[in-house]
């Protein structure tokens, strides 16, 4: 016992420091390590097991709603961007640029991709000619550079992994329905699959995505009350159809510009899942994108060793069958009791333990890493009770999740009873907007927090500004974010 304690206790506990408990959580697991370059992360592979659960699943959703996936170039021409002046201009403090090659100055500087609307653009104006060409539903899996000066593994990297959507449609209207769609399509996986719930809403315009017209987000509560923008989706317009000259033929023979959208969410995701349903012990992972999910222990004396691990074996290869993703932990050089420490803090959501008195009597114990609840179960059902307990432990962490953004949201009417409510308790403040840039200003200046969106259903609908007093335009979720 004396081990496993010490073995806790190299976790910084959440109510001490919760930026130091992440730190400490990630490193442990072996999710990621630090780069020799400033603000970049190496993947290890249990990190990147993650992000590859979450690219199968999302890829076969954008499949499913007629998105292909397709690749364009790192490297983006400088001209590309002064095309979008509000596009360059929100991204130009983040821009790393390239300006020799081969030992040669560059005649034109280029970008490292911060996004791809630019390039897309120039390509689809080639590839648009007519109305049966649209629409135009590409996806992209990609790595993008933006050199922040702030970062914080996952959740804010120079470099990061992502997809982006790029869509051309003929009309405004069927653009406005994509943007929407595929801000259902993350909402569902990210409450579905990560067990994390968001609001879905649409962003200000301080806080829009750099050349939208309109951007939406999903917005979900980490575990210190902050707020991690999980997705977006933006209806772009025919700003960057115009600026790229993206026209085509409709079904009169008159020339028109086509209406875009873009859509993405990012590694972030990784860092939110880890800020959501993590604990004191470590990780603790939805079984959907978990990368094990039954972690196998044989346990008993060396005498019945052998006889327990071909057991266990037996097992194993009935889950894995089942498409259970799962994995045996024979070493004999381990404690039983360190494994389960070690499994805990890695997240893994169940523990199937096999002895020889439960090899007698013909069943197995298995434990929940979510709730520590102990379930012996008959071996000839095996697969049928871990899949139904791994079902049970993706819901409870989902409504756990849930409970928390509600015991931790609260209604304001005032700025002064944001202030005194926030100096009490961490969380998401529900107050109404006049829709002014200086009140929301006003806000984070006194707050420290930012609107995080407007949501499409809010617990109550506000009629006074919480700044200024004047009738509220909108009701709007406030929250300090990563």
């Known amino acids: 016992m004396a081990k496993d304690k010490q073995f806790v206790t190299e976790i910084t506990p959440q109510s001490e420091d919760f930026s130091r408990w992440y730190i400490d959580v990630i490193k442990k697991a072996e999710l990621m390590d630090y780069s020799p370059v400033r603000g970049c992360i190496v993947f290890r592979p249990e990190g990147y097991e993650l992000w590859e659960n979450i690219q199968r699943d999302l890829d076969a959703r954008f ?123 993350y909402t569902q996986f990210v409450e579905e699959f990560l067990a994390i719930p968001v609001i879905k809403g649409e962003k200000t315009p301080s806080e829009r995505f750099a050349g939208a017209v309109n951007t939406y987000s999903i917005e979900a509560m980490m575990k210190d009350g902050k707020a991690v923008q999980a997705g977006t989706s933006h209806f772009l317009g025919n700003k960057f159809a115009v600026a790229f000259d993206i026209k085509y033929l409709d079904r009169n023979n008159e020339l028109q510009y086509c209406f875009t959208t873009s859509w993405g969410v990012s590694t972030r995701l990784i860092g939110a899942l880890i800020m959501v349903h993590g604990d004191d012990r470590g990780l603790a992972l939805p079984p959907k994108v978990a990368p094990t999910q039954v972690i196998m222990i044989p346990i008993g004396p060396a005498k019945t060793r052998d006889a327990v691990v071909a057991r266990v074996d037996e097992l194993y290869a009935e889950l894995k069958a089942a498409g259970v993703r799962v994995r045996v932990d024979d070493r004999s050089d381990v404690s039983p009791g360190w494994k389960f420490n070690e499994y805990e803090m890695r997240g893994i959501p169940l523990r199937l333990e096999l002895g020889p008195r439960d090899m007698d009597n013909g069943q197995v114990v298995l434990v929940s890493r979510i709730t520590g609840e102990k379930r012996v179960v008959s071996q000839a059902n095996l697969v049928q009770e871990v899949q139904a307990m791994l079902s049970e432990t993706q819901q409870e962490m989902f409504e756990r999740a849930k409970a928390f953004r509600a015991d931790n949201s609260y209604s304001v009417d005032t700025l002064d009873e944001m202030k005194a409510a926030m100096e009490r308790k961490r969380g998401f403040v529900e107050a109404g907007w006049c829709g002014s840039d200086a009140c929301e200003k006003q806000v984070k200046e006194e707050t420290g927090a930012t609107s995080r969106n407007i949501p499409f259903e809010p617990e109550t609908h506000k009629t006074t500004c919480l700044v200024c007093g004047s009738e509220a335009k909108h009701t709007v979720i406030f929250a300090r974010a990563y």
């Open 63 to 185: 499949k499913e709603t007629g998105h292909r996936n397709a690749y364009f170039p790192l490297f983006i021409p400088e001209s590309f961007f002064q095309k979008e002046k509000d596009h360059v201009e929100g991204f130009n403090p983040e821009l790393p640029w390239v300006t020799e090659a081969a030992g040669e100055v560059l005649e034109e500087r280029l970008a490292i991709r911060p996004t791809s609307e630019t390039m897309i653009g120039h390509m689809y104006a080639k590839w648009i000619q007519s109305y049966r060409d649209l629409p135009v539903l590409i996806n992209q899996w990609a790595n993008v550079v933006r050199w922040e000066k702030r970062t914080l593994p996952f959740l804010r990297t120079s470099e990061f992994l992502w997809q982006e959507g790029h869509t051309a449609h003929e009309t405004e209207e069927e653009a406005r329905q994509e943007t929407l769609q595929m801000l259902d399509v």
